[in-house]
């Protein structure tokens, strides 16, 4: 008796499941999944908030999933978007090691957008994304030319080995030469965290009698830098950082960093909703490779 | 019968750099060769400058210390580190300085309170208890600050990390006060003596009377309690919080305790030992820094001095046993003759 009153139960919320399922299907809403890589990054937070509000704008269904920075945890994410069926998958790779499970999703006809990582040897349709030694180039220029050529500098690089610091280095590394009368001082990882630049800028301080500027990789350790050079009591150092964060712009309005380097972490996860959607629409040709451009913000 | 815990728990000062001087070596050649490597390594204003960074990393490694003596593990300080600041910030901004530096501190505490009863009471394991303690409250920062950093530029709050007494900065002082605190408590109190107890033999430890949910919920919230206290340190020293700090801070405070001597099984240990391993780890980074140690490299040399000055602690252990020196642990079975009341120690 109670087992067939819980078994009608659960047929009735089956039908109900289907129902709904159907009602939502028969809208043709396009369903498109994004997989984000972290969500504890302010600039990826806004990349998903592009996402899910430029989606919202063109009336789709979407999904976002946080990999929580872990690979495995990407790969099933990426493996439930495809059991929805989604329409187009947009990703933010947290590795390379991605490569595999796009390709899966590539091969059971949906289409890939890469954002901000690319990821070597998979199926991508369009890759929409800021490039890393292009910002590194350009900030490296800014800084030689405030200095007119000429004065000590200190480099804060990011996490070791990881991809957006290694290609910032390499861009500004190619900078450098140009001005022999600049002198990298100290070249440091601050690890893209605010208290750890903090403690090795208080140390390179004490190393260093003359700094003309500070060179930072990211705006958390530009604003740990501000912090150890006010602490020091070292004034006229121009420091300047990338990303412009909500207080480095903050900092910037002040005249206490002199320079950050927007990203559009909003736009690119805009943009990748509406290749999406001109992948299906085929109202205009998708590229395959997109390079976002960034912006200087001074006071 | 309570002779041998109690001679090692509080040995006399130069016995207890003795027992310890694997790893006061290890900082000791490590000094002597950076000030060699750079005339500015051996300057006061380095030397404080050093002592003000290690001190974040000491105050959580002393409640660090103490957990790892009772056999556990806690994960979780770097988040709480981060939850903390943020939340003594959130709290200071309505209600003022002073409740939002107690709130942090509270907060802290119900980290740990989380923490020892799943420990105790649900019998998880503290490294997976910690695990999952470390994300639900770095979900919980991130959740309180929606992501973004607080910021606060003045008020009395700044004093915990920028302000000086003398020509001491405060997070000094704070530093010295948790040591010498967190040492008299494993030494001179019978609550000390039970996270010894415990360490070394749980179930020897709960046959006496000693109440083992007690001793572990204890050591989690002062755990907890310390980790606030750094994270309100650290939020005052960069005049804002962020939800995403502390972010691999338990590894370099379980570093300390490690190179400190401490064992990770439990039943052994001491504070005097993590405060050497912390200022290793602190000089070390310092060195690196003055001296423009490429960042791949640094890596590579911090891993290095680790496993070496483990080492040398356990080949100068080992010929200690060898040639009949002073147990090195308190033996439980002592502890546990001497019964739960546990009369105050005396010095003999």
């Excluded at chain 2, 040591?179 to 003596?193: D, K, S, Y």
């Excluded at chain 2, 252990?317 to 739960?340: F, I, L, M, N, R």
Aim: proline fraction near 4%.
């Amino acid at each position: 008796m109670g087992i067939r009153r819980w078994r009608t139960a659960g047929i009735a919320i089956f039908a109900v499941g289907l129902l709904a399922v159907w009602a939502s299907g028969s809208q043709a809403a396009m369903k498109i999944g994004f997989s984000v890589s972290t969500q504890v990054n302010p600039f990826y937070k806004a990349m998903a908030d592009g996402v899910r509000d430029q989606a919202k704008a063109e009336g789709m269904e979407v999904t976002v999933l946080n990999a929580e920075d872990k690979l495995e945890k990407q790969i099933a994410d990426v493996e439930d978007l495809i059991q929805k069926k989604i329409d187009v998958l947009i990703i933010n790779a947290t590795h390379d090691g991605a490569a595999a499970v796009l390709n899966k999703a590539a091969d059971a006809g949906i289409p890939v957008i890469t954002l901000q990582r690319g990821v070597p040897g998979a199926k991508v349709v369009s890759h929409i994304g800021t490039d890393n030694v292009v910002i590194g180039r350009e900030g490296a220029e800014w800084v030689a030319k405030k200095l007119n050529g000429k004065g000590n500098v200190v480099v804060m690089e990011g996490i070791p080995g990881a991809a957006s610091s290694e290609d910032r280095k390499k861009g500004s590394a190619e900078v450098w030469p140009k001005y022999p009368g600049i002198k990298i001082v100290a070249q440091q990882s601050g690890k893209y965290d605010r208290a750890v630049a903090l403690g090795v800028m208080e140390n390179i301080l004490q190393a260093q009698p003359q700094i003309d500027a500070v060179f930072c990789f990211n705006d958390e350790m530009a604003m740990g830098v501000l912090a150890a050079v006010k602490a020091a009591k070292r004034t006229g150092i121009p420091i300047t950082g990338m990303d412009a964060n909500k207080d480095a712009r903050e900092a910037v309005a002040k005249g206490e960093l002199a320079m950050t380097i927007a990203l559009p972490p909003y736009d690119i996860g805009k943009t990748g909703v509406l290749h999406a959607k001109w992948l299906q629409s085929k109202e205009k040709p998708v590229p395959a490779r997109f390079v976002m451009p960034v912006s200087f913000i001074t006071k | 019968m309570f002779l041998p815990a109690w001679r090692t728990a509080v040995a006399p000062l130069g016995k207890r750099i003795w027992r310890e001087y694997g790893s006061l070596l290890g900082l000791v050649l490590i000094g002597a060769a950076l000030s060699l490597l750079s005339d500015r390594f051996l300057t006061t204003s380095n030397l404080i400058n050093v002592a003000r960074q290690v001190s974040i990393n000491a105050i959580v490694a002393a409640g660090m210390t103490v957990v790892i003596i009772t056999g556990g593990i806690d994960l979780s300080v770097g988040s709480t580190i981060a939850l903390a600041g943020c939340a003594a910030l959130l709290v200071a901004g309505p209600a003022g300085d002073l409740v939002g530096m107690m709130a942090g501190i509270v907060v802290g505490g119900l980290v740990g309170l989380l923490n020892g009863a799943l420990v105790a009471w649900g019998r998880v394991p503290p490294f997976i208890t910690t695990l999952a303690t470390m994300t639900i409250v770095r979900g919980a920062a991130l959740v309180l600050t929606n992501g973004e950093p607080i910021v606060k530029a003045q008020g009395a709050y700044l004093w915990l990390g920028q302000a000086s007494i003398g020509p001491l900065p405060v997070p000094i002082l704070l530093m010295v006060i948790v040591l010498l605190g967190t040492h008299w408590f494993l030494a001179r109190t019978r609550w000390g003596i039970y996270v010894y107890a415990v360490g070394g033999n749980a179930e020897a430890a709960r046959l006496v009377g000693i109440s083992l949910a007690g001793v572990q919920i204890l050591v989690y919230v002062l755990g907890g309690v310390l980790a606030a206290l750094a994270g309100l340190v650290l939020a005052a020293r960069l005049s804002s919080a962020q939800p995403n700090t502390g972010v691999g801070f338990e590894l370099d405070a379980i570093a300390a305790v490690v190179l400190g001597g401490t064992s990770l099984m439990g039943g052994e240990g001491g504070i005097w030992g993590t405060t050497v391993g912390a200022f290793i780890i602190g000089i070390l980074n310092n060195g690196f820094n003055l001296l423009n140690v490429s960042p791949f490299y640094q890596l590579i040399a911090k891993g290095a001095v680790i496993v070496l000055a483990v080492l040398v602690d356990q080949v100068l252990k080992a010929g200690a046993a060898s040639t009949g020196g002073e147990p090195t642990a308190p033996h439980p079975q002592s502890v546990a003759d001497a019964g739960p009341a546990g009369e105050r120690p005396r010095d003999g």
